[in-house]
């Protein structure tokens, strides 16, 4: 009999963990002259690329193909120059909190705490805040921050509404298994 429920409880575990984590696809971003962003991007999103000079970094936005919407948009920021000194993890994070205090104001949180995580290229920072008036056709929930990925710092926003939380994971996820390929 106990052994009956450790197996059904296994099993219910291993279903509802396959359950949450999405399918996902390895995408690659040309960056100008300086080689390629590459992520496990989860099946069932569309991407748009923007750039707004050929030179510039691009912005990439990811959308649902279909269901409820949600969107994401990543952004692989470059050195502008050697002269220009890589950005640090206590840089990353001091920005983040300062994007977090400025989120207070239209922010249901009184408190907005910053999250660290990590890559396998680098540490990252992130806060989440509920807007306290959301227009019509705005969303809810906002998740932003950064992350170093080699020599890129990459800038996030993650957009959605109630019961949507596991995109945020699969973002999180996502943003996780970025790299940077040089030329």
Known sequence: MLSNMIRAVAVSLVLIGGASAAETATKSYALPERGRFQMNVPVGWAE?????????????TFRPARGRSF????????????????STKEAIRQSVQRAAEDAKGQAVEKSIPVVEFSSSTGPGFYFSATDKAPKQGEFRYMTQGMLKVGDLTVAFTILT????????????????????IRP
């Open 48 to 60: 748009q690329l923007r750039r707004p000079a050929p030179a510039s970094p691009p912005t990439i």
């Open 71 to 86: 969107e994401i948009l990543v952004t692989p920021i470059w050195r502008v120059g050697t002269d220009v000194p890589a």
């Open 161 to 180: 509404n109630e019961g949507q939380e596991q995109v945020t994971r699969d973002a999180i996820g996502m943003l996780k298994s970025a790299v940077h």
